[in-house]
């Protein structure tokens, strides 16, 4: 990203429908130096791309406000969980205000309807005998619902007159034409009680307060995950000091403190355990319910449970820095970004109102034409007005990639954006590095092969001084298993280590090579006795090779355990339709070996990095659509090159910036679970697109009355206010099923 681009989050509030998400775009988009708006209905946000030598905070909430919304800085994560419970309050009031609308329009409702219940009311408001008092009350109780609505005329005039009408111009001009035409109709010489239409505007707005309150309450169900993550903050921990135990504010935490954690509390920040053992539940954060022992020197992650022993850790991150903050801005930022679907269903939603404001006015002119009478006209077009709005439109793509992307942050699958959720489901092919993916990714030393000229020790301290830098499960490997050795310790400069082929340092003052074959020919290491000594090596077993001083001293054999779930998953990868692949650093046999026990047919081995990310470009000039599985660190060009790059068991900064879907475990099954809840999101944004589409297509043209000369029935504005809000709450209601979805089910 340029250094001169800024990207703030703004909470927006005053967002009615889907209409407005374009208009509220278009605004910002206008303002000097913004290169990119993006708002999202489902989470009341907006986040604006810009440069701030020609914009401001101050010039962005202006234009929010002249578009008729207003604007707030979105919290910063240690504002904890407040944007959330102020979603609460919100939805108390709006809740509040659909009891008031409701407690006049049920009388109301009933006092029209009297003469066709046959209810007999008191002389002086009788329909009968006094029908300007009939008609006065209820207008009286009408303005109270006026008033509950306020807002819609407020936003929907407004709106219309900056011609961009929304959602609210639809109820605003549908419910006014409804009490002005019933105003016009009482205030004639014939008091035409027949022509009132007060209760269809008030069951209007109440019903689409009511409609908008439920979905409301539903979308702060959807957000629940990243609510759920923000409670995994602690606000104090324990510190100890000089022995001594006080508490304090965890925003006072410093790197390089020591913090006490009792059993039952949660960890609140990042750090290693100095002290102590005991079992971690790691579930919120990496989806794992078997609680995982940690010792002295074990890393522990902020947001987990400790569950049994007392652990001193040693702090290495806090605040935005942590993994948990980590997390959550990535969550935040994959439900605030758009997917192709939405894109498109904005644009439609967008010139949606101007239309059927247009289709209302002709078929009431139709009507008009055809010699109707004015309450039949006036009926229509109010009609088409309320039910056509495309608020269930709108809300379709977004709400389910929010419940979809809060489903994956709970299980530890974590999406980048919309775009990544969404292109992760047609996924062609998906290749699998072999170490630490498919295998455990903790090999060890197995046997150890030296030339004349050396003695095993020696091969052992010279490696495992080299490796000392790695970062390489192998390196990892040789080292663990030189301290069952006491060797003196050495001076070691120098350090390089080539991702895909080895690493090389000055031990002792000798020059010390380790890694594959093509590093040995490239850094002009003499084979000497190779052939007797590769007879020695154990099939199927990863070696390496070690040359010290030009000369090849040995080579050191590796064994790594093949994952349970790894034949399993790649069955189930498979099953979906999708083609598996390995890719490999390691020679021939080992991979060959892992390929065999995992079920996988296709494999590229001895290949560089760059090499595999050349492959995955081949297949992609091919056609296919690749999903890269890798450790993050030496696979990084494939993952980059990958549509989807995948890392995996790492909640790494890397990892969390560069890959489009990060699992928090080292378990292949998630992947399964990322593929399958891809699926399942696609389909569900399918089936809302649906119904919302066809509700508003299919509903147009009978509001309108088209089917009426047929002899087919009409739409009464009441029901068609009933209906437009039914559609948006069974959008949300659809996406909430999502959340019945469970890694359990694919982890058998
Ligand atoms: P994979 O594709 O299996 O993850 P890598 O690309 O990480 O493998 O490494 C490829 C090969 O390079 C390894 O099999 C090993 O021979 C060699 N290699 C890489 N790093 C090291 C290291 N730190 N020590 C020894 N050998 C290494
Ligand atoms: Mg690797």
Redesign the pocket.
């Known amino acids: 990203m340029e250094k001169s681009i800024k990207v703030i989050n703004l909470d927006i509030q005053g967002m009615t429908c889907a209409g407005c998400v374009s208009s509220l775009e278009k605004a910002l988009s206008k303002v000097d130096g913004v290169h990119l708006a993006e708002v999202n209905f489902a989470l009341n946000r907006a986040s604006v791309r810009y440069n701030p030598e020609f914009a401001n905070y101050s010039q962005l909430e202006s234009a929010v406000k002249a578009a008729g919304f207003s604007a707030r800085l979105k919290c910063e994560n240690n504002e904890f969980a407040e944007p959330y419970e102020k979603s609460e309050d919100e939805y108390q009031k709006l809740y509040g205000q659909v009891k008031f609308a409701l407690g006049f329009t049920v009388p109301l409702v009933l006092l029209a309807m009297a003469p066709m219940l046959g209810l007999s009311l008191p002389v002086i408001i009788s329909p009968e005998t006094k029908p300007l008092n009939y008609g006065m009350i209820q207008l009286l109780l009408t303005l109270p619902v006026l008033w509950a609505g306020r807002n819609f005329y407020a936003k929907g005039f407004f709106l219309f007159f900056n011609l961009s009408p929304n959602m609210d111009t639809l109820i605003a001009t549908g419910t006014s034409a409804a009490v002005g035409f019933s105003i016009w109709n009482l205030s004639g010489t014939s008091q035409n009680i027949g022509g009132l239409y007060f209760e269809t505007a008030c069951v209007i707005i109440s019903l689409i307060l009511l409609g908008k309150s439920l979905e409301f309450k539903s979308r702060i169900r959807a957000s629940e995950a990243i609510y759920s993550l923000l409670k995994l903050r602690p606000k104090e921990a324990v510190l100890v000091n000089n022995g001594k135990e006080s508490s304090i504010l965890i925003d006072l935490v410093e790197s390089g403190d020591i913090l006490r954690i009792l059993p039952g509390s949660t960890i609140p920040v990042d750090g290693v355990i100095v002290k102590g053992s005991s079992y971690l539940d790691e579930s919120m954060l990496t989806g794992e319910p078997v609680a995982v022992k940690k010792t002295v020197g074990t890393e522990v992650i902020g947001g987990t449970l400790n569950t049994n022993g007392v652990l001193d850790v040693k702090v290495k991150r806090v605040g935005a820095e942590t993994t948990l903050s980590g997390i959550i801005q990535m969550v935040e930022n994959s439900q605030l970004s758009k997917s192709r679907v939405s894109r498109m269903a904005d644009k439609v939603a967008a010139v949606f109102v101007p239309i059927v404001l247009f289709i209302s006015l002709v078929s009431g002119f139709l009507w008009w034409l055809s010699g109707a009478e004015v309450n039949e006209i006036v009926s229509y077009t109010i009609a088409v007005m309320v039910i056509a709005c495309p608020c269930a439109l709108g809300l379709a793509t977004p709400i389910a990639i929010l419940v979809g992307t809060g489903i994956g942050a709970r299980n530890g699958v974590l999406f980048r954006s919309a775009l990544a959720l969404e292109s992760t489901h047609d996924l062609s092919t998906i290749f699998i590095?072999?170490?630490?993916?498919l295998t455990e990714g903790c090999p060890k030393v197995t046997k150890l092969i030296t030339n004349e000229d050396f003695t095993k020790e020696d091969l052992l301290f010279y490696a495992s001084y080299a490796?000392r830098g790695?970062?390489?499960?192998?390196?990892k490997a040789?080292v663990d298993e030189a301290k069952k050795y006491s060797f003196n310790s050495t001076e070691v400069s120098g350090f390089e280590?080539?991702?895909?082929?080895?690493?090389k340092a000055l031990v002792n003052g000798y020059t010390v090579i380790?890694?594959?074959?093509s590093?040995m020919e490239a850094e002009k290491i003499l084979f000497g006795n190779l052939p007797e000594i590769a007879k020695e090596i154990p099939k199927g077993s990863?070696?390496?090779?070690v040359g010290i001083e030009g000369e090849l001293a040995g080579v050191?054999c590796l064994g790594d355990q093949t994952r349970l779930e790894s034949k399993q998953s790649v069955f189930k990868i498979r099953e979906m339709g999708i083609e598996v692949v390995m890719?490999?650093?390691?020679?021939e046999t080992?991979?060959k070996a892992v390929a065999k026990k995992t079920g996988i047919t296709n494999l590229h081995f001895g290949?560089?990095?760059e090499e595999?990310s050349k492959i995955i470009k081949k297949y992609q000039q091919k056609g296919y659509r690749v999903g890269m599985v890798?450790?993050g660190?030496?696979?990084a060009p494939a993952l980059a090159q990958a549509e989807i790059g995948i890392s995996m068991g790492t909640g790494t900064d890397v990892a969390l910036k560069s890959s489009d879907l990060v699992l928090m475990k080292n378990d292949l099954r998630q992947v399964v679970f990322a593929l399958l809840l891809s699926r399942a999101t696609l389909k569900n944004i399918q089936q809302n697109l649906f119904w919302a589409f066809s509700y508003n297509v299919i509903s147009i043209p009978i509001a309108a009355g088209l089917l009426v000369p047929f002899g087919g029935p009409a739409l009464h504005p009441m029901l068609a206010a009933a209906a437009m809000a039914l559609s948006s709450v069974s959008v949300v209601l659809n996406s909430l099923r999502l959340r019945n979805f469970s890694f359990s089910q694919v982890s058998q």
Do not use: C, R, W, Y
């Open positions: 590095d072999k170490t630490g993916t490796e790695s970062e390489h499960p192998l390196g040789v280590a080539k991702p895909g082929f080895g690493v380790i890694g594959n074959q590093f990863t070696s390496v090779f050191i890719l490999t650093g390691d020679q080992p991979a290949i560089s990095p595999k890798g450790d660190i030496n696979d």
